[in-house]
């Protein structure tokens, strides 16, 4: 009877930890031991809206393009409890094309096709000094579509920062666009 | 030797069987019983993004307004292998408010606050002949942001099928704007 208890006892522990370990894990496992930046696997049905932005067409009504971003679950969570980004935090912004038509609801467009991916990878250690991906506790990288393990983007101050200049305060990232982060 | 053998194999069950039934649930089970139609809670945190529609601003370039749609994880999965919405299938649009600004971009509108929600429940049995909320296959109900429990519809066919008119030949869906049910 004792060990059918105990083993009792162990199944329950198994049933609560499997889970557990899957969907509580800590978030700084989610910084790549290499540096290399890869666009995640499933962000789309697996992770968070964390916000969307339109840009508008330069030569009639309408979006020509589309930024939608998402972040992990538990980095939500994280913000409302600390007011910030966890260490492991990651961005995937999508770029999206549009379409536009004339609905009963006026001049409306939609996003399309994936051109290409932004990532980004929150890094409070420091950890990649040498890596001109990482810096000012983050990790940049630019991807097209079709090839999310191959990033076209060599430097992060050339090529990255200079957009997120007007969000430095917050971290360099533009959370006026993301109020889940503050909804309670 | 032979119970601790048993019980090895009724932890493993209970181990797969948990989360099995927390997150494999079938959907029929979402379509409220009685027909009363609410916005669910945690939609934004723990469901898929289907889509981002803009509305242009009829004055200036930019948004006027974002409608941004979210639907169950298991819907999507169902979509992609059966070609059509499941019963019980929730689709959630936030109605949201836009800022604009110039930014390296362009001009540049993004989501703030939601004003409203737009909730739409598949129902392949037409369960609710009576309730002027349900037919045509679905559940269609408006709430105001702040009163989730309380549509302020009365009846969807003189307030909600004819925005929908053309996405009749989708079960009335724009999946047009939601190439994530297609993309495998």
């Known amino acids: 009877m004792r060990i059918r208890k105990i083993n009792a006892v162990i199944a329950a522990l198994i049933a609560i930890a499997i889970p557990t370990i899957i969907f509580a894990g800590p978030l700084s496992k989610d910084v790549p031991p290499d540096g290399v930046i890869a666009v995640p696997k499933n962000y ?15 030569e009639k009504a309408g979006a020509e393009g589309f930024h939608v971003v998402y972040t992990q679950p538990k980095t939500v969570a994280y913000f409302r409890e600390n007011g910030e980004f966890p260490d492991g935090a990651i961005l995937v912004k999508e770029l999206r094309k549009t379409n536009t038509t004339q609905l009963t609801t006026g001049t409306v467009s939609w996003g399309s096709e994936i051109t290409g991916w932004f990532v980004m990878i929150k890094d409070k250690k420091g950890r990649f000094t040498d890596n001109p991906l990482w810096g000012d506790g983050w990790g940049w990288a630019y991807f097209n579509f079709g090839e999310p393990n191959k990033t076209t983007t060599q430097n992060y101050r050339t090529e990255c920062i200079g957009c997120h200049i007007p969000a430095k305060g917050d971290d360099w990232i533009y959370v006026r666009g993301y109020p889940i982060l503050t909804r309670k």
Chains 1, 2 share one sequence.
């Open 44 to 58: 789309d049905t697996e992770w968070v809206l964390l916000g969307t932005w339109s840009i508008a067409d330069k």
